[in-house]
């Protein structure tokens, strides 16, 4: 039987990780010859929802691309989110799994997805939540200015799937000028 004490904590560790998870990130990025990398920060605000609990954070998200890259080569997107928001109990290493969404625009098109994300150390209570080490690769297609926007976020923790989704309209994070090869 679950408890109100039960259904707080559980609400708690909703926030605590969902607001972590979404967080602001600092994304690396490699490529085939791409040149040097190129980072910005937009401000975003989802709503996430899990356990039929739901609620509303709005997080910081960096992601770095190559400022440029030629067309046909591979861009990998590495990307790291932390959030500003204290977790309110210890969660253990690889506690956290998550996957985000990046809407590709501008010359190009589509989504990509950046699989992998976890904490990959503890994080105590009263501490913000780093997830490091997603991946997403795509091709550059043809030429122009590519861009890179934050879009839905998935995490698990705990065995809970919590599904977040942008709030309203997001700016690019990232920008690569793809030139014809």
Known sequence: MTTMGD???????????????VAGAAAGVLALGAGPAAADTVSTTYNCAAGGETLQTT?????????????????????TAEDG????????????????DIAVGGAGSGTVVAKG?????????????????GTATLTAQGPGDVTFTPAGLRLNTLGL?????????????????????
């Open 59 to 79: 997080e910081t998200i960096t992601v770095t691309a190559p400022a440029t890259a030629v067309q046909g080569e591979q861009i990998t997107l590495s990307v």
């Open 85 to 100: 928001t204290p977790v309110t109990e210890e969660i253990a290493a690889n506690g956290v799994g998550a996957e985000l």
């Open 7 to 21: 259904h707080l904590m559980r609400r708690s560790l909703l926030r605590s990780t969902a607001c972590a998870a």
């Open 117 to 133: 994300l976890t904490n990959s150390t503890a994080v105590p209570a009263g501490q913000s939540v780093v997830l490091e080490g």
């Open 161 to 181: 799937e919590v599904l977040c989704t942008p709030d309203g309209p997001v700016a690019a994070a990232a920008t690569t000028r793809v030139t014809a090869s």
